[in-house]
């Protein structure tokens, strides 16, 4: 079972990437890795979709005591599409600082996790 505190470290060591990221040249940070893959742009607004997906539908409630109902029929190809559109919409600049202050919200919602919630969520997640 996942320790909570080293969880939420590894969740800010992302940070210290999107910080470098800042000097990446905008010409690579958007130019596709390889022949139909996403570039370096999509692959950062993806994660940080999802960060912001588990702060709004999970995190949140479970820090105010609410029960958290999982969707099922969750598409994670159209979330991810749209998620890259997003992310093409904006700047490097924004992209990074979007992504920073969702991963922060991500680690800081976690941290304040009780942790009987947490243990019981990761518990639940050993099962399934």
Same mark, same amino acid.
């Given at each position: 079972?996942?320790?909570?505190?080293?969880?939420?470290?590894?969740?800010?060591?992302?940070?210290?990437? *999107? +910080?470098?990221?800042?000097? $990446?040249?905008?010409?690579?940070?958007?130019? @596709?890795? #390889?022949?139909?893959?996403?570039?370096?742009?999509d692959i950062v607004v993806h994660i940080m979709m999802w960060d912001?997906?588990?702060?709004?539908?999970?995190?949140?409630? *479970? +820090?105010?005591?609410?029960? $958290?109902?999982?969707?099922?029929?969750?598409? @994670?190809? #159209?979330?991810?599409?749209?998620?890259?559109?997003?992310?093409?919409?904006?700047?490097?600049?924004?992209?990074?600082?979007?992504?920073?202050?969702?991963?922060?919200? *991500?680690?800081?919602?976690?941290?304040?996790?009780?942790?009987?919630?947490?243990?019981?969520?990761?518990?639940?997640?050993?099962?399934?």
């Amino acid at each position: 079972m996942r320790n909570k505190r080293k969880l939420v470290e590894e969740l800010q060591n992302y940070t210290k990437l *999107l +910080n470098r990221l800042h000097g $990446v040249d905008d010409k690579v940070f958007i130019t @596709p890795i #390889s022949d139909g893959k996403w570039s370096i742009r999509d692959i950062v607004v993806h994660i940080m979709m999802w960060d912001k997906d588990c702060v709004d539908k999970t995190l949140t409630k *479970l +820090n105010s005591g609410e029960d $958290v109902i999982l969707e099922e029929d969750v598409d @994670p190809l #159209s979330f991810n599409n749209r998620a890259v559109e997003y992310g093409r919409t904006l700047s490097k600049k924004d992209v990074i600082d979007q992504s920073l202050l969702r991963r922060n919200q *991500l680690a800081s919602q976690l941290n304040r996790l009780p942790a009987e919630a947490f243990d019981a969520t990761m518990s639940r997640r050993t099962l399934n």
